[in-house]
């Protein structure tokens, strides 16, 4: 799972769920769309307009799954909830991965319930450039004794390891960015899906005093 506000979904989001599931070999990578992330404001731009948006993106790409999950539940997106849905469905011998930016790794331990997850999950840390931190003792006291130091040794169980893994090739764009750039009319050409892009432009999505976001 790689869950997410995706406001809006880019290149960075789509890259990593792509070299993810090759990394891990994973059979799917459910990009799960937050209706209302506990940690951070709500996007000015609804749910069902950044679904639509992932859904432009990921298209037909092999292994990418929309997930609505979040959006069709009540109340704050608790990823552990949402885990434990995924859990669920998939049973309790498959592995799970809850993939997460260095950016918000970083807050991990002020998640609800951070040890829950681990029961549901793996949590695989992925790089953004420009997102090194040195961890809190809250932190640190969560991921070391679940750290592994391998794909192969996180993988022969269905939950509960810690792996920081570095892509093949990252992106260093963010939601933020894009929202600054559409909102003053300069060009987010190539650092979104072209399909994305149409829906912005259609749907006057991220608009408030900049000219037309090409
Ligand atoms: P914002 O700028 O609004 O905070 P964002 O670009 O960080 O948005 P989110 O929807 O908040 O996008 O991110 C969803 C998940 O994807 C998070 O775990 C985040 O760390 C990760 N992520 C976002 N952008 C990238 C990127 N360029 N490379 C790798 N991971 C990313």
Redesign the pocket.
């Known amino acids: 799972m790689?869950?997410?506000?995706?406001?809006p979904?880019?290149?960075?989001?789509l890259?990593?769920a792509v070299e993810l599931c090759e990394a891990l070999a994973l059979d799917r990578v459910h990009l799960v769309v937050?209706r209302q992330?506990p940690h951070?404001a709500t996007?000015g731009v609804s749910a069902r307009d950044r679904l639509a948006m992932v859904a432009a993106g990921a298209s037909d790409t092999p292994g990418l799954i929309v997930d609505d999950r979040e959006i069709e539940r009540d109340g704050p997106s608790y990823s552990l909830a949402t885990l434990e849905s995924l859990r669920a469905e998939y049973g309790e011998h498959a592995r799970l991965v809850m993939?997460?930016?260095?950016?918000?790794?970083r807050h991990l331990a002020e998640w609800y319930r951070p040890e829950a997850l681990f029961e549901q999950a793996h949590v695989v840390v992925?790089?953004?450039?420009g997102?090194s931190f040195t961890p809190s003792a809250a932190l640190t006291a969560l991921i070391e004794p679940r750290r592994c130091d391998s794909i192969e040794s996180l993988m022969v169980k269905p939950h509960g390891g810690f792996l920081h893994l570095p892509?093949p090739n990252?992106?260093?764009?963010?939601?933020?960015?894009?929202?600054e750039r559409i909102d003053s009319g300069r060009s987010i050409r190539y650092l979104v899906p072209e399909a994305v892009e149409r829906l912005i432009v259609q749907r006057g999505l991220y608009r408030h005093g900049g000219s037309a976001g090409r």
């Open positions: 790689l869950g997410g506000t995706f406001d979904v880019h290149i960075g989001h890259r990593s937050n992330p951070r996007p993939a997460i930016g260095m950016d918000a790794f992925i790089e953004r450039p997102s892509l990252p992106i260093k764009v963010s939601a933020t960015e894009l929202r």
